[in-house]
């Protein structure tokens, strides 16, 4: 048995019917290149049985602690069941990505059955050019970015011929543990969660702006006084960059969510962002969070609700160090940035984007790898999932403001070819969570020379969001080289809210 720490209870504790803790990922594979030609559901099933030595979180069932009395328990599912979670359907002609992207929203709109292993696996046949799709569905309890990574790293080879996996079977035969078990686990935790806070009031107090705790009235105050004390008495409070007091203006999709989703998926060629960055001095991912930036904007100029100030976004961190390869569930630090849609000259935004991204990288690397893990201590279990919504509620409420706007992530991939069972790699789209006060989340994942692109909002606050895509490609072209002077950071002009 395994337990949950407060990070991947969290991702559990958000839920409710209206929003979601899985994420998803869509790969679009071309069945020509396998053995056979093609590509079936029992072909999915033959390779997932093989690979199950290396993917023991899809045999992981949540096993609660009654009164919540603790975090709960992944458990060896004693009745697994493997064609339960793997399943397969068909678009009608002619197999468009729009017609895509919508399947995928409403797979997406569906919670997972918490009394099965959190996961979901989808062949989509009927993809124009002959191709299909394979949907993975798994909750952000049991795995982050780069634990996912793992796992399709597990199913993925390298030729079509697939590979040889010489591990057996090794899975507990302890069966199910009983409510009495449970109820003892969870009583023998109760003395562990005052040591876990006290552990915790150290790192967290001073940089309480940098976790979702920054929403609760006072929570600034408290982190700032933390923070002059921390420095006072030489606790290394020095080290810590200043956030440049960044406050998330409200927008129309910083609302409460509604049950249903709109995905947009979409490449741009990477090639096309690394010669933008050499362009103007930046980085690959300065490129994708201004593009975004300007994306966005135009979307606020659209619907009238262009700010004078930049937004706020967050971009999720991976602190999973090497010997923490292979023990999934989540190690993240949330990092905030501005994003400059109030500046209208692309190349202006890109550098201004340039220097907040150092800023944040500095921030990131003064905070405490654990600082995120450790603000979710200071919740007792028993009250855990009602004082997560209550962030959230405060958040979307008319006096209260969001922590962010959106979420950013771009999540580096391999540049040479992957087969799953067989069949080529073509394409690899994110499908990330939004939640409420946070109806709009951008994921981005590199792969053999392309940017794949999944974008999620809510339905009901952004119905036309599949534009974005469109104008991610324009902002790009905006910056790549055609002769225009370069400029450096103190040749940049004001930021303006004009177009």
Known sequence: MRQLTALDAQFLALETPRQYGHVAGVAVVDPSTSPTGSLALVDLEDLLLERMPLLPPLRWRLAEV???LDYGYWIDDPDFDLEYHVRELALPPPGTDEQLAEQVARIVSRPLDRARPLWELYLIHGLKGGHKAVMTKIHHSVIDGM???EIMGALLDLSPEGREVSEDVHFSDEGDPGELEMLG???LGLPRYPLRV???LPATLPNLDETPLATLPGAGMLGRIA????????GGGDE???RHKLVAPKTSFNGRV??????VFGQLSLDDVKAAKNEHGTTVNDVIVSICAGAVRRWMVEHDELLDEPLVTQIPVSVRTDDQVGTYGNRIQLMSAPLFTNVADPIDRLLRTHDAMGDMKARHRALPAKILQDANEFIPPAVFARAARVTFALSTSRAGRPAW???ISNVPGPQFPLYLAGAELKANYPVSVVTDGMGLNITVMSYRGHLDFGIVADREQMPDVARLMDWLGEELAALEPSGRAKRTPAQSAPASSTS
Not at 258 to 263: E, F, G, Q
């Open 185 to 187: 686990r969870g009583l």
């Open 147 to 149: 634990s996912g990574a």
């Open 227 to 234: 923070s002059s004390v921390q420095r006072a008495v030489g």
């Open 240 to 242: 810590i960059v200043d």
């Open 66 to 68: 009654p009164l919540r």
């Open 198 to 200: 006290l552990r915790a």
């Open 258 to 263: 509604s049950p249903h989703r709109r995905v």
């Open 405 to 407: 706007n959106l979420v």
